[in-house]
């Protein structure tokens, strides 16, 4: 039956009525959708690049500056900022979308100079020439004061670095040494001590910038859309630049005293009195003053307690992990890998994570996106002898292919020889194809597993020292001329490599609202335009809703952008795109300093946008932003970029 009138007045029926409702609703998703592209097009994206070299301009010593090094500018940076950025393209794009300004990158430990005296003061005129860039350029910026682990030389930072109570301490209760990653100095400064010297000189240092900031014209401080402090922030390690996987060598920080006496008052503070420490531990404590942080190895040290052992897995999960590539899938898909234990089916996850060491490693998989993880609970398994198999599912949707197994140890106190487990029979499955490459990862065979109660607490503990130092800082932002801005964190998201450890940097907890910060994170790889990302940054809202001192706002900043590979500037419209519909309100990412379109420094940064850097498509990325600067409108992306959720590969 016709649910409709033949007069086209009324509606009759239910069916009438959800069809007329249905209508309504597509016209309102339709008006949604205009009002979004408005409101994106009337709050434009800035893009903020961080440019190399600003420090020939605001550090210089002396009467003057290089006045063409600084693009005809004595006592400022603007003018070397102007000429790179007028390199890439107008300052506001021709669709009205983006806007171009830059992140000023200031030293903190290299504003200091040594007096006739002997003691490090401000160089205010270095403070000055700060406030100077941000006064003669007309662009919008974020102010990024940065002491992070990187060295930046200097005689300060090595007497800083030979003050133990500058550093934090590992498992053997010594400073942990000086260590490298790629050609840079790592400092392993300590993230505990809210009275060392360093500290001390960073909160000098930020209140000298703030004081000469502060005193510019309210026109100009506008010209601030917000500000980042200290940078990239967490806990060290040894062997900084490969250690940084699952493994059972296994050393992390800090182990000061201070860090041990901050660990049992928050014992204190979560379980009131002993009687419940050791019902949650399974421990035999006489009081909180026994605990010690886990720090030995059980397999090969000798404990006091069993609450001693630490590794990759006494949180009671276990990484499984890996990679796998199809020469014949479907691009636009990725395989599924299938974990099994004990025979039965577990999980099921995406073959889609990034690798970028399995790309530079093997380049005929075509693309870093091949890694995959699932993170299993093996607390909840019984003890004994456990099968993990690994199975693929083709992207075509072909047979499932068998890869590999390996046997587990779920251990007991005791360390009594495991038993076998029941097992059950896989499902059918096919042999590996010839066109399927692959590799686990992990978990090693045969793997014993200790599960230690007390390894979450000290990670919890670790993750809060880190989330408290940003917020010391944060606070010297607020208190400033600056502070009804936004000040944003600057912090790396482990957890987007498959491959890390994210406990040994006890970050987690920075990432959420408890510092009272507005979300700062850098991006590298399919962390830029992969769904995971986007996943996260709305889950994310949603645990936050209501909480804190922004109430889980959408707003965030990418404080370091680079897809790692090239894209076409409609690609690349697209990433930028999905960022500020999710709540982006700046964008940074490394540019190369220019004079006239000309580089005038020797060396480049490898994550550089800049046309003649081709490391990890360096080149194509600076072309399609100064394509998408200069262009009016943009056509959809030649392939699909990942815009919905992480459950479809």
Not at 206 to 231: F, M, S, W, Y
Not at 384 to 393: P, V
Request: aromatic share 10%.
């Amino acid at each position: 039956m016709n649910q409709f009138p033949q007069d086209g007045n009324s509606v009759s029926g239910p069916l009438g009525w959800a069809a007329a409702l249905a209508l309504a609703l597509l016209i309102c998703l339709a008006w949604l959708g205009v009002d979004l592209q408005r409101d994106l097009a009337q709050k434009r994206l800035l893009l903020l690049p961080m440019i190399g070299a600003l420090d020939n301009c605001l550090l210089s010593r002396g009467p003057t500056s290089n006045v063409e090094t600084c693009g005809g500018d004595t006592d400022s940076a603007a003018g070397l900022i102007e000429g790179t950025l007028n390199s890439l393209g107008p300052r506001r794009s021709a669709d009205g979308i983006y806007e171009v300004g830059y992140t000023l990158n200031v030293p903190l430990l290299r504003l200091f100079t040594l007096s006739a005296d002997g003691r490090w003061v401000i160089d205010e005129a270095a403070a000055k020439r700060v406030a100077n860039t941000i006064r003669r350029s007309e662009r919008p910026m974020v102010l990024y004061m940065f002491s992070t682990h990187f060295s930046v030389g200097g005689a300060l930072e090595k007497q800083l670095g030979a003050d133990p109570r500058n550093l934090a301490y590992g498992p053997t209760g010594q400073p942990m040494d000086k260590g490298r990653y790629y050609h840079l100095d790592i400092y392993p400064w300590s993230v505990v001590d809210h009275s060392n010297s360093l500290t001390r000189m960073r909160e000098t240092a930020i209140n000298a910038v703030l004081e000469q900031v502060c005193q510019l014209p309210l026109r100009d401080r506008k010209k601030v859309h917000g500000v980042t402090v200290l940078g990239e922030l967490h806990h060290l390690f040894p062997d900084f630049e490969s250690g940084m996987g699952v493994s059972t060598s296994y050393q992390v920080s800090d182990y000061s005293d201070q860090s041990i006496q901050g660990f049992r008052q928050f014992l204190r503070a979560r379980f009131v009195n002993v009687r419940a420490l050791n019902e949650a531990l399974g421990g035999d404590y006489r009081s909180f003053d026994e605990v010690v942080p886990p720090a030995k190895d059980i397999r090969t040290q000798r404990l006091s307690r069993y609450q001693d052992h630490i590794d990759s897995y006494a949180t009671g999960v276990l990484p499984i992990s890996g990679w796998a590539h199809e020469v014949n899938g479907p691009s636009a898909k990725a395989p599924w890998i299938h974990i099994f234990v004990n025979g039965l089916p577990v999980a099921k996850v995406p073959a889609n994570l990034a690798r970028q060491d399995v790309f530079t490693a093997v380049p005929s998989v075509g693309s870093a996106d091949v890694g995959w993880r699932y993170d299993l609970n093996y607390s909840a398994l019984a003890k004994g002898m456990h099968r993990i198999d690994i199975a693929l599912e083709p992207a075509d949707g072909g047979p499932m292919q068998y890869l590999a197994g390996r046997w587990v140890g779920v251990m007991g106190r005791d360390q009594a020889p495991p038993r076998l487990a029941p097992q059950s029979p896989l499902p059918p499955m096919s042999a590996k194809r010839s066109g399927t490459s692959f590799w686990l990862d992990a978990p090693s065979d045969q793997l014993s597993l200790y599960y230690n109660p007390l390894v979450p607490h000290w990670h919890e503990y670790r993750q809060r020292q880190v989330t408290d130092y940003l917020k010391h800082f944060a606070s010297l932002v607020r208190h400033s001329c600056l502070g009804s801005g936004s000040v944003y964190t600057h912090q790396i998201v482990p957890f987007a490599n498959p491959g890390w450890d994210a406990s040994r940097f006890a970050i987690d907890d920075s990432l959420g609202d408890s510092t009272g910060m507005q979300l700062g994170i850098s991006l590298y790889g399919r962390a830029t335009y992969g769904p995971e990302m986007i996943d996260w940054l709305r889950s994310r809202r949603s645990k936050v809703a209501g909480v804190g001192a922004h109430g889980g706002s959408r707003a965030y900043g990418v404080t370091e952008f680079h897809p790692l590979k090239g894209m076409s500037a409609r690609e690349l419209n697209q990433v930028l795109m999905r960022h500020h519909a999710e709540g982006a309100q700046f964008i940074s990412f490394f540019m190369e300093p220019r004079v006239k379109g000309k580089l005038f420094e020797p060396g480049i940064n490898l994550f550089s946008f800049d046309p003649q850097n081709v490391a990890y498509g360096s080149d194509s990325l600076y072309e399609a932003m100064a394509n998408i600067l200069r262009a009016k409108s943009h056509d959809e992306p030649s392939r699909a970029v990942a815009t919905g959720s992480a459950a479809t590969p």
